[in-house]
């Protein structure tokens, strides 16, 4: 029992004496390797000086480019082409014409003054062919009240035209009005009766 009090005496011993002795040379390696200095502060560094300006280089100019000249073309003719049929078109309708002016109305109907046609007036050309019947004549009154056309028809062509010479050279109007009274063209119609004397 002694002896492993002695032991573990022993072991403390050595123990202690290897921790300390090993901490006195730890720090004197510390203290040895520690050294002190000042600290400078750095220099901010110089500003670059811009780079110089590259040198002007003498080009040469480019090389002219002349264009060749015009290749002629000339083109064949095919002697088996078949003729092109150009159909005109139809040239466009014409506009329509514009409408005729619309005769002014009648205010005041042309009165008749005078002129008549009676059997007298029988043609005698037309008695001995024994020609009758009834022509129906229009004619146009004018602004002065005499009778400037006429157009005759229904019986023969002998009694219709002494029927429009009749008309034209004895028959007289006061002129038809318009709305403001002024005299006025007016078309009218006479049924003149032609009998064959007994």
């Not at 573990?8 to 720090?27: K, N, P, Q, R, S």
């Not at 002629?72 to 466009?92: D, F, H, L």
Request: proline share 17%.
């Amino acid at each position: 029992m002694v002896t492993i009090g002695l032991v573990a005496l022993l072991h403390v011993g050595v123990g202690y004496a290897l921790v300390t002795g090993l901490a006195i040379d730890a720090a004197k390696m510390v203290f040895e390797d520690l050294k002190t200095f000042d600290v400078q502060e750095d220099k901010p560094p110089e500003e670059e000086k811009p780079p110089p300006p590259p040198e002007k280089l003498d080009i040469p100019p480019p090389p002219r480019v002349t264009m060749p000249p015009p290749v002629n073309i000339t083109p064949v003719i095919s002697q088996n082409t078949m003729p092109v049929q150009i159909t005109p078109s139809a040239p466009p309708a014409p506009p329509p014409p514009p409408p005729p002016p619309a005769a002014p109305k009648v205010a005041q109907r042309a009165t008749q003054k005078g002129g008549s046609i009676s059997d007298e007036d029988y043609p005698p050309s037309s008695i001995r062919n024994e020609e009758a019947g009834t022509s129906v004549a229009t004619f146009t009154v004018g602004t002065d009240g005499k009778v400037s056309s006429c157009n005759a028809s229904g019986a023969s062509s002998a009694l219709d035209a002494e029927t429009c010479k009749l008309i034209i050279r004895r028959f007289r109007y006061k002129p038809a009005l318009d709305a403001n009274g002024s005299p006025i063209a007016e078309t009218k119609t006479q049924r003149v009766t032609w009998r064959l004397p007994k």
